[in-house]
C-alpha cells in the first residue's frame, strides 16, 4: 500500500519561500507510470493543482503559480519537494502530495498524503 | 478554455439517484477523475477514466462522459455519501485543472 506523508514548517513569514517534502512509502517514486503532484485547498474552498513532476525530472506547473513554484524529486530518498516563492497571506492552504497515475487518455491521483497546513503570516 | 465548471450544490432525497456533473473543453480529450471530500480529510478518489472505481468504491458510483461534460452518478445514495465532489481533468499542455466543486446534501 503506497502511503504519502507532507512535511515542512507550518508557518512561513510573508515574501519568504514556503518548502515542503512528500515521503513514499510502500514502494518506489521511480516505478510505473506515475508522476507525482502537490495540490493545496485554502479553507473553505476548492482544490488547486500546483504542479507535477515526473521522476525523470520533466516537470508542468499550474500556469498561474509558474514563476513562482519550483517541484524537485529526489529518487534516491523516495522524496519529492515543493518550493513556493514570494509567499503572501492568499498561499495560506493545506498542501497535499498526491501520486498521478496514467493509462490511455486517462489520467488520476489515486494516492494522496493526508495534508498540511501551511498558514503565511509575520 | 482551461476550466472545469460543476454546480456548487446538489442535494439527493436518501436512497435516491443523483448525478453530478463536470464541463470543460478538455473533457473532449481527456476522462475526467472525480474525487469525494470529507470534512477535514484528504481527497479520495471514486471513478477515474471511461467508468471505473478503485478497489473499496462502492458500486453504487458511476461514471460518464459525452462531448465536453462528464458526469458522476450516485444510484441509491446513502448518508455516508454527503462530501464535497470534485472532478479533475488534464489539458493538452500537460497541466490539470479541478472543478470548483460540488456540495452534495443527502436528505
Known amino acids: 500500500q503506497v502511503q504519502l506523508q507532507e512535511s515542512g514548517p507550518g508557518l512561513v513569514k510573508p515574501s519568504q519561500t514556503l518548502s515542503l517534502t512528500c515521503t513514499v512509502s510502500g514502494g518506489s517514486i521511480s516505478s510505473g507510470s506515475y508522476y507525482w503532484s502537490w495540490i493545496r485547498q485554502p479553507a473553505g474552498k476548492g482544490l488547486e493543482w500546483i504542479g507535477r513532476?515526473?521522476?525523470?525530472?520533466?516537470?508542468n506547473y499550474n500556469p498561474s503559480l509558474k514563476s513562482r513554484v519550483t517541484i524537485s524529486v529526489d529518487t534516491s530518498k523516495n522524496q519529492f519537494s515543493l518550493k513556493l516563492s514570494s509567499v503572501t497571506a492568499a498561499d495560506t492552504a493545506v498542501y497535499y502530495c498526491?501520486?498521478?497515475?496514467?493509462?490511455?487518455?486517462?489520467?488520476?491521483?489515486?494516492?494522496w498524503g493526508q495534508g498540511t497546513l501551511v498558514t503565511v503570516s509575520s | 478554455s482551461s476550466e472545469l465548471t460543476q454546480d456548487p450544490a446538489v442535494s439527493v432525497a436518501l436512497g435516491q439517484t443523483v448525478r453530478i456533473t463536470c464541463q470543460g473543453d478538455s473533457l473532449r480529450s481527456y476522462y475526467a477523475s472525480w474525487y469525494q471530500q470529507k470534512p477535514g480529510q484528504a481527497p479520495v478518489l471514486v471513478i477515474y477514466?471511461?467508468?471505473n472505481r478503485p478497489s473499496g468504491i462502492p458500486d453504487r458510483f458511476s461514471g460518464s462522459s459525452s462531448g465536453n461534460t462528464a458526469s458522476l452518478t450516485i444510484t441509491g445514495a446513502q448518508a455516508e455519501d454527503e462530501a464535497d465532489y470534485y472532478c479533475?481533468?488534464?489539458?493538452?499542455?500537460?497541466?490539470?485543472?479541478f472543478g470548483g466543486g460540488t456540495k452534495l446534501t443527502v436528505l
Open positions: 477514466g471511461k467508468n
Open positions: 513532476i515526473y521522476t525523470s525530472g520533466s516537470t
Open positions: 479533475n481533468s488534464r489539458d493538452s499542455s500537460g497541466n490539470h485543472l
Open positions: 498526491a501520486r498521478g497515475a496514467v493509462t490511455i487518455s486517462q489520467y488520476y491521483f489515486d494516492y
